[in-house]
């Protein structure tokens, strides 16, 4: 976004109305936010659109879109990373692991994904490992000690 913007000579818009240089006239100023605007709209999907049709000058879209797009959660790292199949890192083989988990794992995989801002490879697997006995014991003794310890 910030490239279309620069490539029309109208970054400063982003930065906000006072930002923009004393030399343009109130009606230059007015058509380049409105540009800017106009650029932010049109390149856009109509989702993304639908949660931030609230705002009316391209600096307080771009604001929005930053809020609601370039957090630094886990769970907004995996969404960027699965959407880029993005591959490598200890993070990311991590992140794989968790993505190719059966259906038995739903749970383990959602308390590993939430809350955290990253991941390694060692804590996922050792979450797995504890997640896999605590499966095998609940087979073998039927979940009778579950259910003994409070739990059903």
Known sequence: MKALLSQQKILKTIEGPDKLPDSLTVEEKDDMLEMALGTIILNLSKNILREVNDETTAFNFLKKLESLYLTKSLTDKIYLKERDNEKSSDENEAIILLNS????????????????????????????QYKDLELKIEKNDGGENLFARGRH
């Open 101 to 128: 988990l059966p259906d038995s794992f739903k749970n383990v995989k959602t308390a590993i994904k939430y809350g955290r801002s990253s991941l390694t490879l060692e804590e996922c697997i050792s979450a797995l």
